[in-house]
């Protein structure tokens, strides 16, 4: 099986409490029930509104956060697969040479009190890995391998651009030769023309070193042109995955819809006409989200049944999921032209 990473009904749920007594009055589903499969040497994107619980995602995915509930069933180099639900946060250490994130913001995820060789090198001496010569080593191939010059290895971050601070945080990510990374709108806060380098090292680099990356974007634009499959949130779950292509020629959810009509597509070959569906409505408060299916009080075809019965998301079409009660009707009646 070409499965590097499983996640299996994933949960992320908050107490809401009341009181000096702390007593427990709701719960906010951050996450609910997300299930994802990311392939081997792929990218995977997660798109969706800011509020929709991508980012979330990768932190539970990577035991920055507990979990409610669910698996994450990472497969090894040698085929084993591990459960990092079960793991201690001892055992989860060593998995996490394995796992990297790159963040959005290159001014505030890196110390600025640290030199780049402090920065690069701190994973290899956090696990223990080579002499104070060899990380030093090391630290300069990395800086090479993302495009900086080895001779900066003693400079502070300040002396460096938002591009190329985001390299030294790939550089950071990738000491410790993981086999995964997730990048958390990794270049959003970089003006486009840098963004697009930033893009094109990181695609060299997943060729290069054989990487599978969890791509993490509100930015419809990137994830089609980053992506070989995609996942679409909304309210913390997952409404829809599809291969990067299908999902752009063909929506199958109406939030995916609604996204995509959301932003101006111009489309040179002029086959890609789709009809424009308004997103209205503001995206609802996790905290008391709504009914049945989450998006109905925003979908243009919401009937009685979507507030009253939640949609699971299910197979469609081969290689497709969707959760939505009328995806075939939908589909028959051209969502899309
Ligand atoms: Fe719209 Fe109903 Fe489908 Fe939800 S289940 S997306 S409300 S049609
Ligand atoms: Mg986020």
């Given amino acids: 099986d070409d499965v590097l990473i499983s996640v299996r009904n994933l949960k992320k749920y908050f107490p809401i409490t009341a009181g000096w007594l702390k007593k427990q009055v709701g719960q906010i589903k951050a996450i609910d029930d997300v299930s994802l499969d990311i392939r081997k040497g792929e990218t995977f994107g997660l798109v969706g509104e800011s509020g929709s619980g991508k980012s979330t995602v990768a932190r539970l995915m990577l035991r920055a956060y507990s979990l409610t509930d669910g698996q994450i069933l990472f497969r090894?180099?040698?085929?084993?697969?591990?459960?990092?639900?079960?793991?201690?946060?001892?055992q989860m250490r060593t998995m996490r040479r394995e796992m990297q994130?790159?963040?959005?913001?290159?001014?505030?995820?890196?110390?600025?009190?640290?030199?780049?060789?402090?920065?690069?090198?701190?994973?290899?001496k956090i696990h223990g890995v080579g002499t104070p010569a060899e990380i030093r080593d090391r630290v300069s191939?990395?800086?090479q391998v993302v495009g900086l010059r080895p001779e900066y290895?003693?400079?502070?971050?300040?002396?460096?651009?938002?591009?190329?601070?985001?390299r030294i945080g790939i550089a950071r990510a990738l000491a410790l030769n993981p086999s995964f990374i997730a990048a958390d709108e990794a270049v959003s806060a970089l003006d486009?023309?840098?963004?697009?380098?930033?893009?094109?090292?990181?695609?060299?680099?997943?060729?290069?070193?054989g990487l599978t990356y969890l791509f993490i974007t509100h930015d419809l634009g990137m994830v089609e042109h980053i992506s070989d499959r995609v996942g679409v949130?909304?309210?913390?779950?997952?409404?829809?995955?599809?291969?990067?292509?299908?999902?752009f020629a063909k929506p199958l959810h109406p939030y995916t819809e609604a996204l995509m009509a959301a932003v101006p597509q111009p489309d040179p070959r002029g086959n890609r006409t789709r009809k424009r569906v308004p997103l209205k409505g503001e995206i609802a408060n996790a905290a008391n989200p709504?009914?049945?299916?989450?998006?109905?009080?925003?979908?243009?075809?919401?009937?009685p049944k979507c507030s009253a019965e939640v949609p699971a998301l299910r197979s469609v079409a081969g290689d497709r999921q969707v959760?939505?009660?009328?995806?075939?009707?939908?589909?028959?009646?051209?969502?899309t032209a």
């Fill in 290 to 303: 709504p009914s049945g299916c989450s998006f109905h009080p925003r979908c243009p075809y919401a009937q």
């Fill in 233 to 247: 949130m909304y309210l913390g779950r997952l409404m829809e995955t599809a291969p990067t292509d299908k999902l």
């Fill in 192 to 209: 486009v023309s840098v963004a697009a380098q930033n893009i094109n090292l990181l695609q060299d680099l997943q060729e290069k070193f």
């Fill in 76 to 90: 090894g180099a040698d085929g084993s697969v591990t459960d990092l639900s079960s793991l201690t946060d001892r």
């Fill in 323 to 335: 959760r939505c009660h009328f995806a075939e009707e939908l589909s028959l009646i051209g969502v």
């Fill in 153 to 166: 290895i003693n400079r502070y971050p300040h002396a460096f651009s938002g591009g190329q601070r985001q």
């Fill in 141 to 143: 191939e990395l800086l």
């Fill in 101 to 124: 994130m790159i963040f959005q913001d290159p001014y505030s995820s890196l110390n600025p009190r640290m030199t780049l060789l402090e920065l690069v090198g701190e994973p290899l």
